[in-house]
């Protein structure tokens, strides 16, 4: 008797189960993610609406916090408002950083109170640290940063005056300009210059802390006897890079712990709002700076003879 | 006495087999019309929600006082991808339950609807614009 026992079904039917087993749940595993991936979209663009309601609403109240119900479309935000500097009398140690700057755009920084009806003096110390530019820094020198730093003050009669500060990092000669060098110490106080000369990190308003920055000055002998016309209150300074085409971040910082007086203003506000429908959750943060005098009204300002306008 | 057994046939275990594979691949494949209808149904609720935002933004963009209180139809090249597809502005004061410091603002209600296999859906969202805000 023979037992001949010969055959490849079951293998064969293996393989082929195998592969329409595998096929059939990546179809069945791909749309059920579609789809749960599509709810959560929409539930997304509710909350995002949400939160946008609730910027909306904080912006109109002064309130320092808001909640929004949107119970008809499962829907609520949570809103609050928060101030820059967060705390004047005790943040003069934490340098106050503006949103990053790109070349010829303007930061501003009050350095009196401009919540104040008379401008009432604020920061009144004889030196102020400003910062700039973002490590690592490109090598060719198209790049390197300088900066123009206006100053303004209302000098002893009351007029305002502007002062001018340029500093450019490039090594002298490169750029054909009369800039000062960062660590000049004629001009600027020692302990300026730029990285990497051992630049320790500074504490900033703005997230991470402990940030580098590529170059800092001092200005010094910000005081009624060194500026011309003699000085009743330092106003506002502006930072304007220039030859960098990146965006670099500048901060200033005030010196000393005096309090008030070595503290810088409120600057700006930030609104944050948290919107949520179901388990998605978006948020909106808004940085809205509310007392700013455009650049170009300083060719008014500090005109030093009488402005006439000619009609045409 | 010779006996001959010569059986023709499928064993036992390949029978079980192709039972179990052919089954399985009918399951598969009665499963394929609904993960069609899976994949359609989210491509419309993508759609519904690009119209949504898309109406929100031009509100947001145009200026406050164009913003008239009252319903009216979204027209929107998108909306005729959806079958029976219509959606709806509707633009009215916000009520006291939901500005609740009386601020000057408008709340926003977009409804979209469409038949999803012969069954109506809607979709609802809504938000607050107000003068000088975003």
Redesign the interface.
Known sequence: ?KNNQQ?Q??LI??L??TV??A??LS??Q???T??S???K??QS??AF??A??G???I???T?PS?I??????N?SASANRSNIPSDPQTSQQEALEYPPVTRDEIANIWLANPYDATLAQFYNQPTLEVYWGKIPVATNNQNWPAIEIKLIYVDSSSVYRSRLFYADPAPSGDRANNFTRPDDTVVFNSGSGCNPAGLTAVETTSSPPNKIFYCKVILKNLNTSSLPGGLSKLVLIRLRLLYTSDSEPVAIRGVGTCGQDCALPRQAQIYKSIGSSGETQRTIQ?FREDKVVPAYFDYAIFAEGVIQKIPN | MK?Y?NQKGF?L??VL??L??VS??I??LA??P???N??T???H??L??EI??RQ?EEL?IASYNNLANGETSIVDHRIKLLPSGAAQLLIEECPI???T?N???KKI?ITVTWTENGKPQN????????S???
């Open positions: 008797m055959g079904v079951i039917l293996l082929i189960m329409a087993l096929i059939g179809v069945v791909r749309s059920l579609d789809v991936t599509a709810s979209l929409e663009s509710r609406s949400a946008e309601a910027i909306e609403q912006l109109q109240t309130d808001v929004t119900n949107l119970t008809e479309n829907a808004l | 006996k057994l064993s275990l390949e087999m192709t179990s594979t399985i691949i399951f598969l499963g394929i609904n993960s069609i899976l994949i149904k989210s491509k609720l993508d519904v929600r949504s935002s929100i947001r339950s939901v500005c410091n601020e000057e603002a209600k979709s609802i969202i809504e938000t607050i614009i107000s000088g805000g975003l």
